[in-house]
């Protein structure tokens, strides 16, 4: 498959998931000294390869027949500053983009959100497409892999796409989870110990990756 395939196809995933509606949101993949990305006005539910562009690291259109989408300078200001991202997704998830609308940062409930390096924070709002935006999102992106955007959304990166939308769909899950969790009461945070703790833990036992069983060795 090519890049615009694995983009589309990423779009239409995360749609089916209910974290892109419409044509709100976008998608983008480094390739090479390329990035291929949505284009502006697609239904991101019926994405399809055409309909992704690839433009350069300076935002010059190098293939594709429509125009990138508005959110161009976030995606390939967050690749300029960091070099081991491979691709990023912004969408208009329901929760996320909730808990963007009144809190300050997303605190640490449950020890998954450390996959995503902890405490997620959100961006000051600014008008979506501008260089305010970009610059606060980038800032919010720092030593972590999801941000969220003051009264708009969430921006989630990874080494690779499936670890991007991964990330977008861990945050949705977490934006909800605080919700309930706050419906029931003042819920309780994990402390920077136990947090560490589980760090410890994670990479003593190699958690989150699969392991041969004795018979398969």
């Known amino acids: 498959m090519s890049a615009r395939d694995d983009v589309a196809a990423a779009a239409r995933r995360l749609a089916a998931e209910g974290l892109l509606v419409?044509?709100?949101?976008?998608?983008?993949?480094?390739?090479?000294?390329?990035?291929?990305?949505?284009?502006t006005g697609v239904v991101l539910a019926d994405c399809q390869p055409h309909e992704v562009v690839l433009v350069d690291h300076d935002g010059t259109l190098v293939d594709g027949g429509l125009v990138p989408t508005s959110e161009l300078g976030l995606h390939?200001?967050?690749?300029?500053?960091?070099?081991?991202?491979?691709?990023?997704?912004h969408t208009h998830a329901p929760w996320s983009?909730?808990?963007?609308?009144?809190?300050?940062?997303?605190?640490?409930?449950?020890?998954?959100?450390?996959l995503l390096g902890g405490v997620v924070r959100v961006a000051p709002y600014a008008t979506f497409g501008s260089a305010e935006l970009a610059a606060s999102v980038r800032t919010a992106l720092e030593g972590r892999q999801a941000?969220?955007?003051?009264n708009h959304?969430?921006?989630?990166?990874?080494?690779?796409?499936?670890?991007?939308?991964?990330?977008?769909?861990?945050?949705?899950w977490l934006a909800a989870l605080h919700h309930r969790a706050s419906a029931l009461g003042t819920p309780r945070v994990l402390?920077?110990?136990e947090q560490e703790d589980v760090v410890l833990t994670a990479l003593a036992r190699n958690y989150g990756i699969v392991q041969p069983s004795e018979e398969n060795t």
């Open 191 to 193: 402390t920077d110990a």
């Open 153 to 172: 959304g969430s921006v989630t990166v990874g080494a690779s796409l499936d670890k991007a939308v991964e990330h977008a769909v861990l945050l949705e």
């Open 22 to 39: 419409g044509t709100a949101g976008n998608v983008s993949m480094r390739v090479r000294d390329l990035v291929a990305i949505t284009a």
């Open 147 to 150: 941000a969220l955007m003051g």
């Open 76 to 89: 390939l200001g967050v690749y300029a500053d960091q070099p081991a991202v491979g691709a990023v997704v």
């Open 97 to 114: 983009t909730a808990v963007a609308c009144v809190l300050d940062e997303l605190p640490v409930l449950h020890y998954q959100q450390l």
